[in-house]
């Protein structure tokens, strides 16, 4: 792992690291790389993920009634250009 | 009803005054109305959606954003009555946990200005004068618990799932608790009586129970062996304490969490909660929500808008969080992680069982800012509250060099009026104000 890496991780989450934020992080290394070690440590035999805390199983359909819904204006409302209904954006197809 | 029913006009006068970038919006024409908070003035973190004030999660990235609807805990509290006077800053996107962090300003302590106030509801804390009844906040891995004990309050993350999270925006959604602020544990129950409740708009929420709560004596109390870090004035408190319970008829002993397992739960939080906000937090793009920063095509709209609107905190989270997530450091890091996440539950789980209630003090006093925050498991180890999602409340307890220590006391989940009822006895042996 190096600061490239992480530049190129990032990249992949659509931002460029700040500058500053990626110097901090390679004098950091060592210690994210103890802390890691600190959890590699704990003896996970036989353990299965705990991906939420209510693990019970959740299955429910309800009836096809319409709900509440935000009217189009006030969501409008955030947007930097509207054209129309829609948001505007640079095209995404060249 | 709300005991300490605080007062609107000064609140809005101390809010609007505030020098220490701990409000956002302050509701100038805040009033009661009928129901059972129809004397009590609130406080909402800026993470919850409102229709009538921007929602901006202190975060440059939701400048100005108006959600244009609001969250199931704000609704309910404005149909009970409840006077909502302002928003308050936090740590930007409610990462973080000093109050260094919001994108609108730095965050003192205001017992002292050279000491972090904690957070990430930063804002929520130092702005809780006696104007203020309840001030709502979030708590993911100890956002309201560490600053209630850093600024001497009462600070309460109720089970997971108790509280509707509609309308909050998510940090980490397997750790995600609506919290609150109050000066009493009376008013945290009277506000849980309000707040509680299954919401079809949030599944992972469901009922749990906080009828009338009274105050109830524990028969067993657990102490949580400390393993040597409290300070020596903190376990000379802490050990008076244990002795006056004991003298009042409880079943008092100590019980051991391996330190190496104390140790993994900073670590176990950072890999968890930095993976799952590097997601959640993935909709900030600037195409159709988030502040746009424009570029030349859709991509450079995405770059600009997000490495102009997000922190450096937060760009180094989700920098690590997508780390942890590539598919070489997956199973090493990340499941590893939930899998140690659940040995750390099932540790606890065990003293919950054999025990009516947990209690260690919270934390350290609040460190200076010219220090940082302390090294070691203690600083961490609430985040053990968020991965079992049970209730915890801190209270004050005691002081060392003028700042405060907060008590804190932990149950097992959805044993929330249990462990409340409990909170109501310490609170009486502390000594502290039940109004």
Redesign the interface.
């Known amino acids: 792992m190096n600061n490239k890496k992480l530049a190129t991780v990032a990249k992949k989450l659509m931002f460029d690291v700040n500058e500053n934020v990626l110097s901090k992080l390679e004098v950091e290394y060592e210690t994210l790389l103890a802390e890691i070690k600190l959890i590699k440590e704990i003896d996970t035999t036989n353990v299965e993920p705990m991906v939420r805390v209510d693990e019970s199983l959740t299955s429910f359909m309800r009836e096809d009634e319409e709900g509440q819904t935000l009217p189009k204006e006030v969501i409008l409302k955030n947007a930097p250009k509207t054209s129309g209904d829609f948001v505007a954006v640079k095209k995404v197809v060249g | 009803m709300i005991k300490h029913k605080g007062d609107i006009n000064t609140a809005i006068k101390n809010l609007s005054a505030d020098k220490n970038n701990a409000v956002s919006h302050v509701y100038k024409d805040a009033k009661n109305t009928s129901g059972i908070l129809s004397d009590a003035t609130f406080t909402l973190k800026d993470l919850f959606a409102t229709d009538n004030a921007p929602t901006q999660a202190s975060s440059k990235i939701l400048e ?3 959600p ?2 609001n969250a199931t805990v704000v609704q309910k509290l404005i149909e009970q009555g409840a006077a909502i006077v302002a928003k308050t800053h936090m740590d930007e996107l409610a990462l973080g946990g000093s109050g260094a962090y919001s994108a609108f300003g730095k965050i003192n302590n205001p017992l002292d200005s050279t000491r972090m106030p904690g957070g990430s509801s930063s804002g929520a804390a130092t702005t809780f004068d006696d104007s203020i009844s309840v001030a709502i906040g979030s708590d993911t891995g100890d956002s309201v618990r560490l600053p209630a004990s850093y600024t001497g309050i009462v600070g309460f993350k109720p089970s ?2 108790a509280v509707s999270r509609y309308g909050v925006f998510p940090f980490a959604s ?1 750790l995600d608790t609506v919290a609150w602020f109050a000066h009493n544990v009376s008013d945290v129950i009277t506000t849980s009586q309000v707040l509680f409740a299954r919401d ?1 708009k949030d ?2 929420s ?1 009922e749990v129970e906080v009828p009338k709560v009274e105050l109830i004596k524990p028969k067993k109390v657990a102490v949580l062996n400390m393993h040597g870090v409290l300070s020596k004035s903190a376990a000379a408190d802490f050990e008076n304490l244990v002795t006056k319970l004991k003298a009042d008829g409880i079943e008092v002993e100590e019980v051991t969490i391996e330190k ?2 104390l ?2 739960i ?3 939080y ?2 968890v909660s930095f993976s799952e906000v ?1 997601s959640n937090d ?1 909709n900030l ?1 600037g ?3 988030g ?2 920063m ?6 450079e ?3 600009n808008s ?2 102009k609107g ?1 922190g ?1 905190m937060v ?2 989270r ?3 969080g ?2 942890y997530l ?1 598919h070489e450091n997956q199973e ?2 990340f ?9 750390i ?1 099932d540790a606890f789980a065990k003293i919950y069982e054999n025990f009516d209630v947990l209690i260690y003090p919270t934390a350290t006093i609040a460190p200076k800012w010219a220090d940082g925050k302390a090294k070691g498991w203690y600083q961490s180890m609430l985040s053990h509250n968020n ?3 049970t209730p915890s409340i801190s209270i004050p307890f005691t002081k060392e060099d003028d700042m405060p220590i907060g008590l804190s006391i932990d149950a097992k ?1 959805y044993e929330d009026k249990k462990m409340l009822s409990h909170a109501l006895y310490f609170e009486k042996v502390l000594g502290g104000k039940d109004e």
């Open positions: 100005g954003f108006e244009g609807y997971y799932g397997s079809d599944f992972t469901k190496s397992l140790e993994a900073g670590p176990v950072d890999v590097s993935a793009t195409i159709s929500f502040k746009r424009e570029g030349n095509n859709w991509e709209t995405m770059i997000r490495s997000l450096p760009q180094r989700f920098a690590l997508a780390l590539l090493e890091v499941i590893k992680a939930q899998k140690v996440r659940r040995v539950v991965f079992e999602g989940i």
